[in-house]
């Protein structure tokens, strides 16, 4: 049986470090699964964008897709914007069923990435008991995709980091900047942020230099090419191809 096309759609960037980096975690997903075919698209500012690989995929007799939007969190993008494009794909391209996937977070395997990146930065499980963490992520006005990573900093503060804080790039409060001094108003001895975005671009650059400006100790790379989130990817990808209830054969 033919497997889904899986079409990682993300949002794209002038900032060609954003690109770069999607294409390089779509490979490691290709790696992890080997014949399994894997496009992406973008909604803006890079090529190709999403409904030219669909056009592309009919034309050469695909059946199905699985689009994945490569989000952190359900905000406007994931409930507006890729279901008006699948939409009107749909609408032009009747043979082709498209599925849409859910977003990536909150999951473990997100967790793991960030504490990839935080270890390649320098903090070792024996640094935790006194440093705290800023999880500082692009923002967002939706107040679900505000309360998911409020909710992954409550839970990333029972892992043994002393506190742990959220804090955005845009759009809601604090900003990076603000979450570094606030742990150390409070005493911190240490302080580490982990941006919780996942290519370079304008919002990480703008966590970079926040983090800069208070004094952080540790600033820990975006989430990127990582394993995890290759494999956070297939599990996606798994969950929107197997109804509810069945069995995925290996």
């Known amino acids: 049986m033919t497997h889904p096309v899986l079409l990682v759609i993300a949002h794209g960037s002038r900032d060609p470090r954003h690109a770069a980096t999607v294409h390089a975690l779509t490979e490691r997903v290709r790696a992890q699964r080997p014949g399994l075919r894997v496009e992406t698209g973008f909604l803006e500012f890079n090529a190709p964008s999403v409904p030219r690989v669909l056009e592309r995929l009919a034309a050469e007799g695909a059946d199905e897709v699985i689009a994945l ?3 952190l969190t359900r905000a406007f993008h994931a409930k ?9 794909a749909r609408a032009r391209l009747p ?5 849409q996937a859910d977003v990536l977070g909150p999951s473990p395997l997100l967790n793991a990435t960030l504490g990839r ?5 320098g903090v070792r499980p024996g640094d935790l008991p006194r440093t705290g963490l800023v999880l500082a992520s692009a923002g967002s006005t939706d107040p679900e995709a505000i309360a998911v990573i409020a909710e992954i900093a409550r839970e990333l503060r029972h892992t043994g980091w002393c506190a742990v804080r959220p804090a ?3 759009a809601a409060l604090p900003r990076t900047e603000e979450a570094v001094r606030a742990l ?3 005493g911190v001895d240490r302080v580490a942020v982990a941006p ?16 800069e400006a208070a004094g952080a100790d540790v600033l820990a790379d975006v989430l990127g090419p990582a394993p995890e989130l290759a494999r ?6 798994d969950g929107a191809r197997v109804p509810v209830g069945a069995s995925l054969s290996a």
Not at 80 to 88: A, G, K, Y
Not at 201 to 208: C, Q, T, V
Not at 232 to 237: H, K, N, Q, V
């Open 184 to 186: 150390r108003a409070e």
């Open 117 to 121: 990146r935080l270890r390649e930065a």
């Open 95 to 99: 043979r082709l069923h498209i599925r």
């Open 196 to 211: 919780y975005v996942i290519a370079p671009g304008r919002l990480p650059d703008r966590i970079a230099a926040g983090a």
């Open 168 to 170: 955005f790039a845009s």
């Open 232 to 237: 956070l990817l297939l599990d996606r990808y």
């Open 69 to 71: 939007p490569l989000l």
């Open 80 to 88: 507006s914007d890729i279901p008006s494009v699948l939409r009107e």
